[in-house]
């Protein structure tokens, strides 16, 4: 007996806004299939507002209605049968998220759940890893958005802990991450990561997603850490406009790709890892694999 429902993730990030349309498809006595079916992203970057200013600026909020607006109404011609939305680091700290959520609730009936930085790591590491890793070794796992990025220590299959940090790709652009923060997270991956022989880094988040395409590697190949400096080298060789002219990188990837870039070789120079491992996974993933387990609430359509 073959049973397919859709679910549907919405990703409300500080560089970026996600959906995430994703077929669940079970059947007798075989292992659920989580199959992606649509993926739209809208690059609103929400951060810029609310990390220099404290709240989303008007504009900007006029598109997050719109943009929910029509993630609304693909939902709808998908017939998804189950959804959640989550706002991360940007919509955690603006003084005016709750009028917006309220909003767009009114406008299109999405209702949207800030979440906090433990969550959003518990979130991302639910995300099923197993295809993706060696049983035997142990990984940190870096998953780096516009406001923060979510680090966890997955050993022998699983997670042990989970821990968030004010460092994001957003704040580093606008300069407003104190050296204070990198001290804190560069004490906390060597704390727990010093006790294991060896460790490797598993990256998610849109930036090491195209460095890894941009790489040509083939999937479950890793990226070495000479590659990601030889890269993060050119990268800085180039200006934004010839990143868009001559590297091919769209807008708003062409500027936050490098301090992502700094955040994966920094984890890995404290962790000791000489490979990061790239499943292309994130937030929408988790949320998707979260509603199917019931591990959080969602919405039925």
Aim: aromatic share 10%; hydrophobic share 35%.
């Amino acid at each position: 007996m073959l049973k397919i429902q859709k679910f549907a993730a919405i990703d409300i990030g500080s560089n970026a806004v996600r959906l995430l349309i994703s077929n669940i498809i079970e059947q007798d006595d075989e292992p659920t299939i989580f199959k992606k079916n649509s993926l739209v992203r809208v690059p609103i970057r929400l951060g810029a507002d609310v990390f220099l200013k404290g709240e989303i600026s008007e504009y900007n909020q006029e598109r997050m209605l719109d943009t929910m607006k029509a993630f609304s109404l693909i939902i709808k011609s998908h017939g998804v049968s189950r959804y959640k939305a989550c706002a991360t680091s940007a919509m955690r700290e603006a003084k005016n998220s709750e009028s917006l959520s309220q909003k767009i609730f009114e406008t299109c009936g999405i209702n949207i759940e800030i979440i906090d930085g433990e969550e959003e790591a518990t979130i991302i590491a639910a995300t099923d890893l197993k295809s993706f890793i060696n049983p035997n070794r142990t990984y940190l796992y870096v998953d780096v958005g516009g406001g923060s990025t979510e680090f966890s220590i997955i050993h022998n299959g699983d997670k042990k802990l989970s821990k968030s940090f004010k460092i994001g790709t957003v704040r580093l652009l606008n300069d407003i991450v104190k050296n204070e923060t990198w001290l804190e997270v560069e004490r906390w991956i060597k704390d727990h990561t010093k006790q294991y022989d060896k460790i490797e880094l598993i990256g998610s988040g849109g930036n090491i997603n195209k460095i890894f395409k941009i790489s040509g590697k083939s999937v479950g190949k890793p990226l070495t850490y000479f590659y990601l400096t030889s890269y993060y080298k050119t990268l800085q060789n180039y200006s934004y406009e010839e990143r868009i002219t001559k590297l091919n990188l769209n807008q708003d990837r062409a500027d936050v790709i490098i301090p992502a870039t700094r955040i994966y070789l920094s984890a890995m120079k404290w962790s000791g890892a000489k490979d990061v491992y790239v499943p292309k996974i994130g937030l929408s993933d988790g949320i998707i694999k979260s509603m199917y387990f019931e591990t959080v609430s969602s919405i039925t359509i």
